[in-house]
């Protein structure tokens, strides 16, 4: 990229350096293939298999150019937690985030939510948390990840909150809970839980309709935090 003519002495002035160069295309694309291998793998449910080595193979790159791009296979466990967010936390990130009232909010959630999670994406969670429970540095990532997704339920509750002080038209009293009664994050963390919950139930088959059950206890939530309830 040329400089600009006030920052160039001179035709032959060559532009500085600055920082780590960006990778090249083609070692984005040999990256992106070692991520997508290692994805395979994992979902595939055979951690024995799960080397560097394999996956180098299985992406059709040779061993040392894996280790070029990811120091171990932890590294590639980790690259993956970060592949996947796009998959389950950026929705409900960005259902959370997006204008409109805790009750608007809340159903763009709960139908996020009620649409059932791939199998390939329920394997490689069930994937990562092995990992996590022998890895250290897998289990703060995935912690990590976990604690970005159930703030968004924190923030979901911190709207109500908003709410309920707006409707009173008080001031906040310096406390969590503020004066509309609303704890944002005993109520986040609780629907968190229970979504977790659900979700367990549905791998192991159990017929649950996840998107009712999350609606009542949504709903029953937030009724519960106005006085006299």
């Known amino acids: 990229m040329a400089a600009s003519a006030q ?20 070692g984005e694309q040999t990256r992106a293939r070692l991520i997508a291998a290692a994805r395979a793998l994992l979902a595939g449910g055979l951690a024995e298999r ?8 299985l992406s059709g790159v040779s061993h040392g150019m894996c280790h070029y791009h990811f120091q171990d296979r932890t590294d590639l466990v980790l690259a993956v937690v970060t592949d996947i967010r796009p998959e389950w936390i950026l929705p409900l990130e960005e259902a959370v985030s997006a204008p409109g009232s805790f009750a608007e909010r809340a159903d763009r959630v709960v139908e996020l939510l009620s649409r059932p999670e791939g199998a390939e994406l329920s394997h490689l969670h069930s994937a990562l948390h092995w990992h996590a429970l022998n890895d250290e540095r897998v289990r703060e990532s995935l ?24 409707e009173r038209d008080d001031e906040r009293d310096g406390s969590r809970a503020g004066a509309g009664g609303v704890d944002p994050l005993a109520l986040g963390e609780a629907v968190a839980a229970a979504v977790d919950g659900l979700a367990a139930a549905e791998s192991l088959g159990s017929e649950v309709d996840s998107g009712p059950v999350l609606h009542t206890l949504i709903r029953t939530l937030a009724a519960g935090t106005r006085p006299g309830a």
């Not at 912690?143 to 709207?159: D, I, K, M, N, S």
């Open 143 to 166: 912690e990590a990840e976990y604690r970005r997704w159930r703030g968004c339920f924190v923030t979901l509750f911190q709207v109500l909150a908003d709410e309920r002080d707006d």
């Open 7 to 26: 920052d160039s002495p001179g035709p032959s002035a060559t532009p500085a350096r600055t920082g780590r160069p960006r990778p090249s295309a083609k």
């Open 50 to 57: 799960f080397t560097t080595r394999n996956v180098a193979a």
